[in-house]
């Protein structure tokens, strides 16, 4: 087992900062080796979701559109479980299923395949990009036709499960996990099924199977309640459920299309650059995360694969980074991490960073770094570049506590494994490292202006986590980011 003592004297006694202190030597983006699409990057959630992918993404999209005059953000996974905001001239848009980057002019947005869509959600979201970007920004978002649907009786499906299960009860209720069920059930609605003729009599089987379910868990399909975007709302009966789902096929229609082939030539060409947009984290996955209260989609770069339908292999994409906060972990659900931070720092983080969900505005858990977990994320997603968000949240008086290694209660050493009851289990042991004061870091904007503590403890985590240092964000708006680019 690795505990990191090794590289805490390298870089804490002997200096070493493994040239976090300076600008990459060469683009990563640019300068790629053969067989790796040049222009390409992936972000994921490298913890258990929220570490501001989705304003590194918008950043990086502008940044891209700039100097390319187009970009393409392709989501590959989750649904209306997912929110970030976005903050430009003076607007703050909520977003949970459309991609960031909508907001950029040149920006083309693809929700691809591997995703799971609530029509009436993406309605309202679709609005409010035509509002500010105008009718004609239509053109550039593409709904993947083979994109599930994600629907009312989904979430009310979900809700009557909750009443007896035990794990999965920490989600969103936004009827991720019945959505994506459908398809290992092989009776998914897609997209595409609200192109045909006959997606009335598609959508009310469907209905019908979704009321038979509920009856044998005893519950009433038509009169359950669920969450809508703003609020709740009921199912209602079958007429009434097809005749609303008309008026938002009529809406969407336009934006749903076979996205295969232009995906296909705009890969194989070099340009325009891509970016991928991962939703939810690897924590979060089911076959790597703290099982059971996962989410259902794969939020892994590995879920690239499928939703492209075997087009983008991720290696090679030539920036595949993981999204973390810097100095400490953010979790909502029911799971209990091994490395639980006492509540008043955890408080204070909370105010300042405004750790409460997007989408469930619940209060997020605040942990400390857990690097047994954290380097498991990396490596199994097989990550080459980090993104550290929220570096302004340090203190300068309060070191900053890491977890290096795990152990039993009788001091032998353990790894991290995907499961709670496994984790419960779990000694932590920590490492102080020392901080700095994130309020004094605005205008920094190159690693050479961040204080040495903070040099030192990036180089820490990222050699940590064997991955190279990409953006460390310094503030909510889009410029307040440090980049290691060239
Ligand atoms: P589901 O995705 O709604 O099924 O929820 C499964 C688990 O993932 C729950 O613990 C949720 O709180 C968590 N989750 C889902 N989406 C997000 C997200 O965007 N950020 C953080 N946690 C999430």
Redesign the pocket.
């Known amino acids: 087992m690795i505990d990191y003592s090794d590289l805490h004297r390298q870089v804490y006694e002997q200096g070493h900062l493994f040239g976090v202190e300076q600008l990459l030597p060469r683009d990563p983006l640019r300068d790629v080796k053969p067989g790796v699409r040049p222009n390409s990057i992936a972000i994921e959630?490298g913890a258990?979701?929220?570490e501001g992918k989705g304003k590194c993404v918008d950043e990086l999209a502008a940044r891209l559109a700039r100097e390319h005059g187009k970009v393409i953000v392709y989501r590959w996974n989750?649904?209306a479980?997912?929110?970030?905001t976005v903050e430009f001239e003076g607007h703050r848009v909520a977003l949970h299923q459309v991609p960031s980057g909508a907001f950029i002019p040149g920006a083309t947005v693809i929700l691809g395949k591997g995703m799971v869509l609530h029509p009436a959600d993406l309605v309202t979201e679709l609005d409010q990009v035509a509002t500010l970007m105008g009718p004609d920004s239509r053109s550039n978002v593409w709904v993947d036709e083979m994109a599930v649907l994600c629907l009312d009786t989904h979430r009310a499906f979900?809700a009557a499960l909750n009443q007896w299960q035990e794990g999965?009860r920490?989600?969103?209720?936004?009827?991720?996990?019945p959505a994506y069920a459908d398809i290992v059930y092989r009776h998914p609605l897609r997209m595409r099924d609200l192109k045909v003729s006959d997606w009335q009599t598609r959508i009310g089987r469907h209905y019908d199977l979704y009321a038979g379910w509920m009856t044998g868990l005893g519950a009433n399909l038509s009169s359950t309640t669920v969450p809508a975007l703003q609020g709740t709302t009921q199912v209602g009966s079958r007429k009434a459920f097809l005749q609303n789902l008309g008026a938002q096929r009529n809406v969407l229609l336009p934006y749903i299309r076979d996205v295969s082939v232009p995906l296909h030539e705009a890969w194989m060409a070099a340009s325009p650059p891509f970016i991928f947009e991962g939703?939810?984290?690897v924590g979060?996955d089911a076959r790597f995360?703290v099982y059971p209260?996962?989410?259902?989609?794969d939020p892994t770069l590995g879920g690239i694969l499928a939703s492209t339908e075997g087009l983008v292999l991720p290696r090679q994409i030539a920036v595949r980074a993981a999204a973390l906060k810097a100095t400490y972990t953010?979790?909502?659900?029911?799971?209990r991490l091994p490395t639980r931070m006492d509540e008043e720092l955890a408080q204070r983080i909370r105010e300042a960073a405004q750790e409460y969900?997007?989408?469930?505005h619940?209060p997020?858990d605040i942990v400390h770094l857990d690097l047994p977990a954290l380097r498991f994320y990396a490596r199994v997603s097989d990550a080459s570049h980090l993104i550290l968000t929220h570096m302004d949240i340090a203190y300068p008086n309060e070191s900053i506590r890491v977890c290096t290694f795990y152990t039993d209660r009788r001091g032998n050493s353990l790894p991290y494994r995907p499961d709670q009851e496994y984790l419960k289990a779990v000694v932590p042991h920590y490492v102080e490292l020392p901080s700095w004061d994130g309020a004094a870091l605005r205008n920094a904007r190159k690693p050479q202006d961040l204080p040495l503590p903070a040099q030192q403890f990036v180089a820490f985590v990222s050699q940590a986590l064997g991955a190279t240092p990409l953006f460390a964000t310094i503030g909510p708006q889009r410029d307040e980011t440090v980049s290691w680019l060239p």
Not at 81 to 84: D, I, L, V
Not at 170 to 177: D, E, Q, V
Not at 293 to 297: F, G, K, Q, R
Not at 330 to 335: F, I, Q, Y
């Open positions: 959630g258990f979701g929220d989750g649904g479980n997912a929110g970030h979900e999965g920490g989600a969103t209720g936004r009827g991720i996990a939703a939810q984290a979060l995360g209260d996962v989410t259902a989609s953010s979790s909502v659900g029911t799971r969900g997007t989408t469930t619940r997020r």
